[in-house]
């Protein structure tokens, strides 16, 4: 019979702190993303005599056009970071709360790999973090709300944006309307989802070291 793997709470709080930094820059990005797409917006309106609009909206598109690419790019690169740096922190927060006495469903290993496997990334590491909030969460009646509004959010922000892009490449540039109000409401659902996630990783951060201390007073 094999042995149950023995975990031993770790402090994380300078892991924590970098994820944190990645986390907030991405949502940095999302935002600057987001204010860039109104001009185009309005432009687009412009064009189809909605609105009416002067030239100086022509030079502020022309202005923040040459931006787009470079964000993009910056944004890969952040996000991809932030995803590295959320695995490591996921990690580490389930075998802390096992080693605090949690009895979780998901080892801290499928916790993450889960993200890699599809359909069980739909549920797996929302329910590894579910648990592990709950069990670090203060008061007797811990909610997991916080987690729900960050997995539903994550969800529909992620899916919808891989579909616009797709669709993206197959319309015209007259068809584009409908397609920038939805890229809008996906990042501001990946915005959600990101501002949901900092408060996740620093309040169970936080409650698993004040959890660590306690069982060492005691």
Known sequence: ???????????????TRFTLSAIWSVIAIYIIVGLMLVP???LIHSASGLIALDQSWWAIFEKVEPFFSPLDLLLALFFLTS???VCCWLYRAAANARALGAEMSIKPGWAVGSFFIPFLN??????????????AAPGNKPSAVLVNIWWITWLIGSIGERIIHRAE?????????????LNLAF???????????TKIVRGTQNHQALLAACKKVG
């Open 40 to 42: 185009i917006l309005l």
């Open 122 to 135: 739909l549920i797996m590491p929302y329910q590894a973090t579910k648990e592990i909030w709950l069990h």
């Open 187 to 197: 990042l501001i659902c990946m915005l959600i989802s990101a501002y949901c996630l």
């Open 169 to 181: 490449s197959h319309l015209e540039s007259a068809d584009l309307t409908l397609p920038i109000y």
């Open 83 to 85: 995803a590295i740096l």
């Open 1 to 15: 019979m094999k042995k149950e793997k023995t975990y031993i709470y770790q402090d994380f709080s300078k892991l």
